[in-house]
């Protein structure tokens, strides 16, 4: 008989230690432990413009008067709002009439740069003579028309050429 005891207290063991191991004798108690945190996360976008423009070229002068377009691109963060602005140039004021003047030595040809293809609304730098806008965060293309007037061939023939500048104010 003492060979069944030994078989049933190793069955009844066995038995015992396969039904703890599945949870269904533990004590309540757990050996995995869990401790928890929250993370704040936060970004700040700010607002912010970048410009591009491409050359205003005009075709040969020949005395009539000429156009030309260029594209000046605003790019600024959605919901800001912009004014883009042109100013007079580097030669400004040197011809009676028009805003701008390119230079060829001492020489001076008038042109203007407008708003619209109509060419009756000067894009200046400030005010109601600049463009306005609001960023979408895409970019956004603006026309530049330029016009040179006719009769200015009091001037020598040459490559004449001027710098404005391109602000955008956010």
Do not use: H
């Amino acid at each position: 008989m003492p060979v069944r005891r030994i078989t049933r207290w190793v069955l009844v063991a066995a038995l015992f230690f396969a039904l703890t191991a599945g949870g269904l004798f533990s004590s309540g108690t757990s050996f995995a432990a869990q401790a928890g945190a929250t993370m704040a996360v936060s970004a700040t976008v700010l607002n912010v413009c970048t410009v591009l423009s491409t050359p205003l070229t005009f075709p040969n002068y020949t005395g009539a008067a000429v156009t030309a377009n260029a594209t000046v691109t605003v790019t600024c963060t959605a919901g800001t709002a912009e004014t883009i602005g042109l100013d007079a140039g580097s030669n400004g004021g040197q011809v009676v009439g028009v805003t701008r003047a390119m230079k060829f030595g001492t020489n001076y040809l008038g042109y203007e740069i407008y708003q619209n293809s109509g060419l009756t609304t000067v894009w200046g730098n400030s005010g109601a003579a600049a463009e306005t806008s609001t960023g979408t965060g895409l970019a956004q293309l603006l026309t530049a028309y330029g016009q040179t007037p006719a009769s200015q061939l009091t001037v020598p023939a040459g490559v004449y050429a001027d710098t404005v500048n391109v602000t955008v104010t956010y």
